[in-house]
C-alpha cells in the first residue's frame, strides 16, 4: 500500500534519539547477506549525507533557517552513522568499491526506466554506461592486484563487461551541464529521482578521493584519481538538471521527501530483518523530519507543500538485477557522446574541441583505465582460474 | 634509490625535538584524565560486542546434491564436510592472492635487481607458477569434494583481510625488496602451516588421494619458505658489512 506521506506523521524530531550503542550495531554479513542490502545500504548512507551537505550550504544562506537547519542535521549525522557503520570490517575498501558501482548501475537503471522525462531518462542512461565501464575497470584492478573475484561482491546479478571505455568520458565542463527540469511542471518523481542519483554520485566521488590514497600500489593509486574525476564530471552533470530557481526552503522540502522515499523504498525488499527494522525506523523519522520542513515552509515560503509534494510515494526504487534493460541500453547507446547539453551519436557527430583537447592532454602519459583492463575478460573465480587451466 | 637503513631526517622520534618533547612530557605528567579506571574497559566493551555477534559467514552446502553425492562429500568419514571445505576456501584465496604477491614483487625485482645469494628471477618466476598450480589445485580437490570453488568461504575471507597489509607492503613502490620479502615471509610462513593443517584434514576425512597431491604442495612450500629466510639472511649480513652490492637483472 502506498504511503500517504501528507498523512502519516512519522516520529516528531523532539523524540528522535540515539546512543553510541544504538548507531553503532553488528554490521549486515559481506558472505551470507544478499548483494541488494549492501546495495541499500551504501545508496542511504549517499542520501543521507547528501541532506548533510544541502544542510550547511543552506545554513551559510539563510540566517533565520541556521537553528531548524541544524536540528534536523544532528538527527540526520547519527542517522547516517547508524546506516553507515552497517558496512562489515571484512569488506575492503576495493570490495565496498565494487558496490559502489553496483549501486550506481542498479539503481540508476530503475530510475532511468522510471523517468517520466525522456530528455533525464537520456541523461541517467547516459551515467549508467559510464558506470557500468567503471565497475569493469575496478574490477580488473582487484582480479590483478590482489586476486579477487568482483563477483563474490555482485552475486551474478551485475554483468562485469565494458561500457561507454572511460578512457573517453573525460569531458570539458562546457559538455557536462545538462538541461534542468522545471520546478513548476516537472512531475515530483523527477525531482526525487534527480536528487537520489545526485546523491548517490556525490558520496561515490567523496568515497574514491577518501580511499585513494590509501592503496600503494600506483595502478590503483592512478585508476581511483581517473575515476573519482569522472564521479565528479557525474555530480556536475546530475546537479546540472535540477531547477536552480527552486527557493532554499523548496530544495529542503524536497531532500526530506526523497529521504522519506528512499527509506521507504528499501523497506519495501529488504531481506535482513535486523536491517529492515533500521530502515522503518529511520523511515518514520524522515516523516518527522517531512512535517517539520513543512510546517517550515508554510511559514517561510507562504506556500502549501502539496503544491510540490506528491500525496502518495511514487512507485519504489526497484531493488533487483536490470541486466536486460542494461543490455539494451549497452546495445543502443554506446556511441552517444554529450555536446553541450545535447546528446549525439559519435559516429555522425564530432565532440566538442575543449573536450577533445581537454582529454587528450589528461591521457598524455596513458590511461590507467585502459592499462588496467588491458585485455581483461572477467572469468569465474579469477582471470588466474583461466590461465592456470590453459 | 637509497637503502632504508641509510641515515637520514627521520622527525618520529623524541630525540629529534629535545626542547619540544621535554615540554610535551612535563604537559602530560601534570594533566588530570577526565574518566577514571583504565583500559580494561575497553576489554569490556569488546567482550560486549564478541558476545552478540553473529558468525562472519557461513560456508554453503555443496553446489548440488548431485555433485556432492558423485564426488565423494559422503566419504568424508566421520567429519563435517563443512571444516574441510571451509579450509580448502581459505588456501585457495591464499594461493590465488599469492600468486599476485609474486607479481608485484617480479615487477619490483625487475627494477631493483637483487643482491648476493639474493633471489634470482627465474626463482620468483617458478615460485609464482607454483603459487599458480596450487590454487588450481585446491580448485580441483573442492570440485571433486562437489563443492563451489568461487565461494569465499569464512576462513578465506578472514585470510583475505590478513594479506591485505602484506599486499599493501608488497605493492608499494617506495618500499626495497627486502621489504617486500618480509613480507612475503609472513605469507610463505602462514602458507607452510597451512598446508600442514590441509594434509591433516584430508587424511583425517579419508581423502588419502589428496592428501598425497596436498603432501607435494607442502614441498615446493617448503622450499619457497627456506628461500625467502635465506635471501633475507643474505641481505642483512651484507647489509651490515656497508649495503649489500644490489645488481639489476637488465
Same mark, same amino acid.
Given at each position: 500500500m502506498a504511503l500517504d506521506i501528507m498523512k502519516e506523521k512519522g516520529v516528531p524530531l523532539d523524540r528522535q534519539h540515539f546512543s553510541w550503542r544504538d548507531m553503532v550495531r553488528v554490521p549486515f554479513s559481506k558472505?551470507?547477506?544478499?548483494a541488494f542490502t549492501r546495495v541499500r545500504v551504501i545508496l542511504m548512507n549517499g542520501i543521507e549525507s547528501e541532506a548533510i551537505r544541502f544542510s550547511h550550504a543552506s545554513s551559510r544562506m539563510n540566517k533565520d533557517l541556521r537553528l531548524p537547519l541544524a536540528k534536523v542535521r544532528r538527527v540526520e549525522q547519527h542517522q547516517q552513522t547508524m546506516v553507515n557503520w552497517l558496512?562489515?570490517?571484512?569488506?575492503s575498501p576495493l570490495e565496498t568499491t565494487i558496490a559502489y558501482e553496483q549501486v550506481a548501475v542498479e539503481v540508476t537503471a530503475s530510475v532511468a526506466a522510471h523517468e517520466p522525462d525522456p530528455y533525464l531518462q537520456q541523461v541517467y542512461r547516459y551515467g549508467l554506461l559510464e558506470d557500468f565501464d567503471h565497475l569493469y575497470r575496478y574490477s580488473a584492478l582487484m582480479d590483478r592486484i590482489e586476486g579477487k573475484d568482483a563477483n563474490n561482491i555482485l552475486q551474478s546479478y551485475t554483468d562485469i563487461v565494458p561500457g561507454r571505455p572511460t578512457a573517453e568520458e573525460h569531458r570539458a565542463p562546457e559538455d557536462e551541464l545538462r538541461t534542468w527540469y522545471d520546478r513548476k511542471t516537472a512531475a515530483p518523481i523527477t525531482k526525487l529521482n534527480a536528487l537520489t542519483i545526485m546523491a548517490g554520485e556525490y558520496q561515490t566521488h567523496d568515497y574514491y578521493m577518501h580511499v585513494g590514497?590509501?592503496?600503494?600500489d600506483p595502478v590503483a593509486r592512478q585508476l581511483y584519481a581517473e575515476i573519482a574525476s569522472i564521479e565528479e564530471q557525474h555530480v556536475t552533470q546530475y546537479e546540472s538538471i535540477?531547477?536552480?530557481?527552486?527557493?532554499w526552503m523548496e530544495k529542503w522540502l524536497l531532500h526530506e521527501a526523497t529521504e522519506v522515499y528512499n527509506y521507504y523504498s528499501c523497506l519495501q525488499t529488504e531481506s535482513n530483518p535486523r536491517i529492515k527494522e533500521i530502515w522503518q525506523r529511520l523511515c518514520d523519522y524522515e516523516l518527522g523530519h517531512l512535517h517539520f520542513v513543512m510546517d517550515l515552509y508554510k511559514q517561510v515560503d507562504k506556500r502549501d507543500p502539496a503544491e510540490i509534494l506528491p500525496a502518495t510515494l511514487p512507485e519504489p526504487i526497484k531493488y533487483e538485477s536490470h541486466r536486460d534493460y542494461v543490455r539494451e541500453v549497452l546495445s543502443k547507446e554506446m556511441n552517444l557522446r554529450a555536446v553541450g547539453h545535447r546528446f549525439v551519436d559519435g559516429a555522425k557527430e564530432k565532440e566538442s574541441d575543449a573536450t577533445l583537447a581537454y582529454r587528450k592532454h589528461l591521457n598524455t602519459h596513458g590511461s590507467p583505465s585502459d592499462m588496467v583492463a588491458a585485455g581483461y575478460r572477467w572469468y569465474t573465480g579469477t582471470e588466474l582460474g583461466k590461465l592456470a587451466r590453459a | 634509490m637509497g637503502q632504508a637503513t641509510d641515515l637520514g631526517m627521520?622527525?618520529? #622520534?623524541?630525540g629529534m625535538a629535545p626542547r619540544l618533547s621535554e615540554a610535551m612530557i612535563r604537559d602530560a605528567e601534570i594533566s588530570i584524565p577526565t574518566?577514571?579506571?583504565? #583500559?580494561r574497559q575497553i576489554e569490556r566493551l569488546r567482550r560486549e560486542y564478541v558476545h552478540n555477534a553473529p558468525p562472519i559467514g557461513s560456508t554453503p552446502p555443496p553446489a548440488t546434491v548431485k555433485g556432492a553425492a558423485k564426488a565423494g562429500m559422503q566419504m568424508l568419514k566421520g567429519q563435517r564436510p563443512s571444516v574441510f571445505l571451509d579450509k580448502l576456501g581459505e588456501r585457495l584465496a591464499f594461493e590465488r592472492t599469492g600468486t599476485r604477491l609474486y607479481e608485484a614483487l617480479i615487477a619490483k625485482f625487475d627494477e631493483l635487481g637483487s643482491w648476493d645469494q639474493g633471489p634470482t628471477r627465474d626463482e620468483l618466476v617458478t615460485f609464482h607458477n607454483e603459487e599458480l598450480a596450487h590454487f588450481e589445485m585446491v580448485r580441483e580437490a573442492i570440485e571433486s569434494l562437489g563443492g563451489d570453488p568461487t565461494v569465499v568461504t569464512p576462513s578465506a575471507d578472514v585470510t583475505g583481510v590478513t594479506a591485505m597489509g602484506l599486499l599493501q607492503v608488497i605493492t608499494d613502490p617506495r618500499t626495497s625488496l627486502t621489504h617486500s620479502l618480509d613480507a612475503l615471509l609472513i605469507a610463505e610462513l602462514a602458507d607452510n602451516d597451512g598446508w600442514q593443517m590441509l594434509i591433516r584434514l584430508a587424511d583425517a576425512s579419508g581423502q588419502s588421494a589428496l592428501s598425497r597431491r596436498f603432501q607435494q604442495a607442502l614441498t615446493d612450500e617448503d622450499r619457497h619458505l627456506r628461500s625467502v629466510r635465506a635471501w633475507l639472511n643474505a641481505e642483512m649480513a651484507q647489509d651490515l658489512k656497508g649495503g649489500p652490492h644490489t645488481r639489476k637483472p637488465h
Open positions: 558472505l551470507d547477506d544478499d558496512l562489515p570490517p571484512d569488506q590514497p590509501f592503496f600503494a535540477a531547477d536552480p530557481d527552486e527557493t | 627521520n622527525r618520529t #622520534g623524541i574518566s577514571g579506571g583504565d #583500559g
